[in-house]
Every structure is written in C-alpha cells, then in structure tokens.
C-alpha cells in the first residue's frame, strides 16, 4: 500500500511572501501521478497541479511550482506571492498508474495567508 | 449545474435514523467516488465506481450502502450509524482508468455533507 505524509498540519505566511508545503510518499512503484488539491473553508476541494512520474522537469502553474524529488520520494508545493484567497487545506496525493482509480491522500496542511 | 454536486449539505440524524446522501455529476464521467474525511486524519476512500459497477469496498462497515444507478448518480444509504460516523463525506468523479496508456484521471470533488450522528 501507499501512503502518504504531510508533516506540517498548520502553516501561515505572510501575503506576496513565498511558503513551501512539504510532502513525502512511500511505495515500490515506478509508474504514478502526485498531486496538491486545495480545500479552502466551507468550499469545494479542486486541483492546484500535478506531476507525472516519468517526467523530471517540475510542474509550474502560475504562482504554484513543485519540487519533486524521485528519490528521495518527495514531492514539496511552492506558494509564490501568496494571497489571501490561498488560504486553505492543501492535500498531497497520490495515484498509482498501473491500478488506476485509487488516490492515498496525506492528513493536511492548513494554510493561513496574513494580510 | 456544472461539476460535482451533493445533498444535503448537512445532515444530523439519530443513530436509529435512516438517510441517504445523493452525489450527481455533470462532466461526463464514468467513474465515481465516496470519501470520508476527518479532521486529521488523510481522506479514507470507501467506494469507486467504474461505469456503474463497484470495483472497491475499502472495508467499509455494512451500515453504509452505496448506489450507483447510472453514471452521473451515486447514493450513499446510511443505516443505524454510530457517533464516530460523523464526518464530511466527499464525492468525487473522473474518467475511467483506461489502462496505464491512458490520460491522468483527476478527480473533481463536489461540496460534501457534513454529516452529524448523535
């Protein structure tokens, strides 16, 4: 089985500052997909960006960029010139290619942007 | 209505009570899912659905019993539910998994219900 760790249940950064959410994996696979959903208060959870495995280049989307590091199974999101509409619950998850469907999510990171 | 959306929003009910939670989809999707998170602890997967049929059970007790009638529709049936039952409960949907070939299969979460059991 995957799982899933986000070590940080609790972050804050000031606004237009930089803020770095950690998270790390465990599986045996070579074949997945990571991804950071984002779940802000009382409203729905959507999708920041993802990575593909196989691709070593980092994925970058507008102010969000990851620094996905295989080996060491660690996949980290970067919060660039944070608002305050990005204050929310960040989840880390991950979907094994081979077996399709099932995504392992981490516990959370609360996200607090100060104006 | 777009994307992914869920009724009631919150519910309360008696743990003899019997409710059901409805999810429907408008993306086309074949896949669907319920999810249960609590606080602090990672989103636990009770059930998918690919093209109306069950493919997992993530040992989910009896007292919750999913429907699926078509593709855009899922229920969840909720029976005799005890106090630590009480939890958002997520759905989500996405294209099938077509096989290792195929296109990332992003999920797309509706709103929850935010479920009370006294």
């Known amino acids: 089985a995957q799982t899933v760790t986000q070590s940080q249940p609790e972050m804050s950064v000031q606004e237009a500052e930089t803020v770095t959410l950690s998270c790390t994996y465990d599986?045996?696979?070579?074949?997945?997909?990571l991804f950071w959903y984002k779940q802000p208060p009382s409203r729905q959870m959507i999708l920041v960006i993802r990575?593909?495995?196989?691709?070593?280049q980092n994925a970058t989307e507008n102010r969000f960029s990851v620094n996905f590091q295989k080996a060491a199974k660690s996949f980290s999101l970067k919060i660039s010139d944070s608002q305050l509409g990005d204050t929310a619950m960040y989840f880390c998850?991950?979907?094994?290619?081979?077996?399709?469907?099932?995504?392992?999510f981490g516990t959370g990171t609360s996200l607090t942007v100060i104006p | 209505e777009t994307g992914v959306t869920q009724t009631p929003r919150h519910l309360v009910m008696g743990m003899t009570n019997k409710k059901s939670l409805k999810c429907e989809q408008h993306?086309?999707?074949?896949?669907m899912y319920w999810y249960k998170q609590s606080a602090k602890k990672p989103l636990e997967l009770m059930f998918v659905?690919?093209?109306?049929?069950?493919?997992e059970n993530n040992s989910v007790p009896s007292r919750f019993s999913p429907e699926c009638p078509n593709s855009s529709h899922l229920f969840l049936h909720l029976h005799t539910l005890q106090p630590e039952d009480s939890a958002l409960y997520l759905c989500?949907?996405?294209?099938?998994?077509?096989?290792?070939?195929?296109?990332?299969?992003?999920?797309?979460f509706g709103p929850g219900t935010r479920l009370t059991v006294l």
């Open positions: 989500a949907s996405s294209q099938e998994w077509v096989g290792t070939s195929g296109r990332i299969n992003e999920q797309f």
């Open positions: 990575q593909e495995a196989y691709k070593q």
């Open positions: 998850a991950f979907m094994n290619r081979n077996t399709g469907n099932q995504f392992y």
């Open positions: 993306l086309g999707h074949n896949a």
């Open positions: 599986t045996s696979e070579s074949n997945y997909y």
């Open positions: 659905y690919n093209f109306k049929e069950q493919t």
